[in-house]
């Protein structure tokens, strides 16, 4: 059946690849992007499906309520997937406020306008971090989607509290609902803010790359082509009301991830440089994906050896995408946010 699906976020880093598999996958869909194009939006993520018939791409801000109803009153859309937030916890260190107003408010405008008007079903993109942190010295404990929220940066904090309103809005009013929670997704199109496209992009440059503290901190990575089929299969076949936690089963130190990207690049060790560590950093994420893969029968592609290389490979050939952003204003948030570190 064809289905008239809005991303928002979809100039961001996994909502585009989301638009790439989701316009190539279903051309009898029309996938329309919303994105307020913020620092981390860039339409030249979604210039290879620019021109395809069954995509569309409309600039606009999820918390601003009169645009958002008079687009789903234009629209109808049949379903909502949001991927649309800010989404780096050290900017929200420097300045919390965003984040609550993009991840918490804008959720709500967007619920309140999908109740409004019929929306089949709204699909809120959530994190592993709401769960909070697992110690290093217990590998047998894992996140569950019963495993109690508790967050630890505002970042988190605010995706929390936007999947209890997304839970309550299911609860009270009956919205069609479904939540999913990921790991650390990486890949093309990643934001070079973010760890491995950081590393990989400051190690071409032959810079210096920061470590947070001992680098000891465990992350468990999901390629995003990975995190792409499991909210195709949600969305198609997830029951209503539902969290699914989607993760990579592939732990490693942040440390172990540096060092991976080093040795891929053939450059030297030294390019570490240990600087002071994240307030509140989380020392390990690790999901079990037991229900997503026994209900809804979703398996990984990807492994961490072959995604890294993968992402590697890409970020080599696409330079251009990623030294636009790095050439822009993005310099002047690394020099505040790491200072002489490094
Ligand atoms: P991103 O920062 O790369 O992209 C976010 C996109 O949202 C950008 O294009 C930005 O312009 C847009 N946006 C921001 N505020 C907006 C607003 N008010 N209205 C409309 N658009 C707005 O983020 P990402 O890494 O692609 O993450 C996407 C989603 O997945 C987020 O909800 C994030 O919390 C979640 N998530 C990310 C990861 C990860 O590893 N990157 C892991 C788990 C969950
Ligand atoms: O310069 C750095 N040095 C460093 O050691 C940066 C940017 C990060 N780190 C560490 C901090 C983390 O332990 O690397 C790890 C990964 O950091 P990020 O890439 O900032 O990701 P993280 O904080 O784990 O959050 C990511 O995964 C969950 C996404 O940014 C979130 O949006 C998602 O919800």
Request: charged share 25%.
């Amino acid at each position: 059946m064809k289905q008239k699906i809005l991303v928002t976020g979809g100039a961001g880093f996994i909502g585009g690849n989301f638009i790439h598999y989701m316009v190539n996958k279903y051309p009898d869909y029309f996938i329309i992007n919303l994105d307020a194009l913020t620092y981390a939006g860039n339409l030249g993520t979604c210039e290879a499906v620019e021109e395809k018939s069954n995509y569309k791409f409309i600039k606009g801000d999820i918390t601003n309520r009169e645009f958002i109803f008079d687009l789903f009153e234009r629209e109808a859309f049949d379903m909502v997937v949001n991927f649309a937030a800010e989404s780096h916890v050290d900017r929200s260190v420097a300045d919390p406020e965003i984040f609550i107003k993009t991840n918490v408010l804008g959720t709500q405008v967007l619920m309140d306008a999908s109740r409004t008007f019929g929306v089949k079903r709204y699909h809120q993109v959530s994190t592993d971090e709401v769960y909070g942190d697992l110690p290093l010295n217990r590998p047998d404990l894992l996140f569950k989607e019963d495993t109690p929220l508790h967050t630890s940066s505002p970042y988190s904090a605010s995706k929390a509290s936007a999947d209890l309103l997304v839970l309550a809005y299911h609860r009270t009013f009956g919205l069609p609902i479904t939540i999913s929670r990921c790991s650390n997704n990486y890949g093309p199109y990643h934001f070079p803010e973010k760890l491995i496209p950081l590393m990989i992009s400051r190690a071409l440059n032959d810079e210096a790359l920061p470590v947070y503290g001992n680098g000891e901190n465990v992350r468990d990575w999901l390629h995003v082509y990975d995190h792409c089929t499991a909210i195709d299969l949600i969305l198609h076949k997830g029951r209503i009301g539902e969290v699914y936690n989607i993760g990579g089963n592939n732990e490693r130190t942040n440390l172990e991830v540096v060092q991976t990207i080093l040795k891929a690049l053939n450059k030297p060790e030294s390019l570490i440089t240990y600087v002071k560590d994240r307030p509140g950093h989380d020392l390990r994420y690790a999901i079990d994906s037991t229900k997503l893969k026994t209900e809804l029968g979703w398996e990984p592609t990807y492994n961490f050896e072959t995604g890294i290389k993968q992402t590697i490979e890409w970020y080599l050939e696409n330079k251009k995408w990623w030294e636009n952003i790095i050439s822009g204003d993005y310099k002047n948030y690394f020099k505040e946010q790491y200072g002489d570190q490094s």
